[in-house]
Nanobody
């Protein structure tokens, strides 16, 4: 069982930055994959960024070069650094973990990009 708690969302102006955090209830070193997804109103949930146990990362096309996923194994936390934010980045952002064959989700944190 893994519990995930996101934080760091909020309102930011276009061009600004935010850092999301996701605290896991267990050692993330043994978790197969950690990721951030987002869902905007009326749209499907989409992958934002993913990092697997080897350290390899992949990103959604719309955030490449602007967002960075990282992990802190000592603190069981995964981060999403978001720079050059755009209004179309507005969504609820969800933390995700895959451990074995089981998927775990956080409750989500709202990110709103608006002037």
């Amino acid at each position: 069982q893994v519990q995930l708690v996101e934080s760091g969302g909020g309102l930011v102006q276009p061009g600004g930055s935010l850092r999301l955090s996701c605290a896991a209830s267990r050692n993330i070193f043994s978790i197969d994959a950690l990721a951030w997804y987002r869902q905007a109103p009326g749209k499907q949930r989409e992958l934002v960024a993913r990092i697997i146990s080897s350290g390899a990362r992949n990103y959604g096309e719309s955030v490449k070069g602007r967002f960075t996923i990282s992990r802190d194994n000592a603190n069981n936390t995964v981060y999403l650094q978001m720079n050059s934010l755009k209004p179309e980045d507005t969504a609820v952002y969800y933390c995700y973990a895959q451990f074995g064959s089981v998927d775990y989700w956080g409750q989500g944190t709202q990110v709103t990009v608006s002037s």
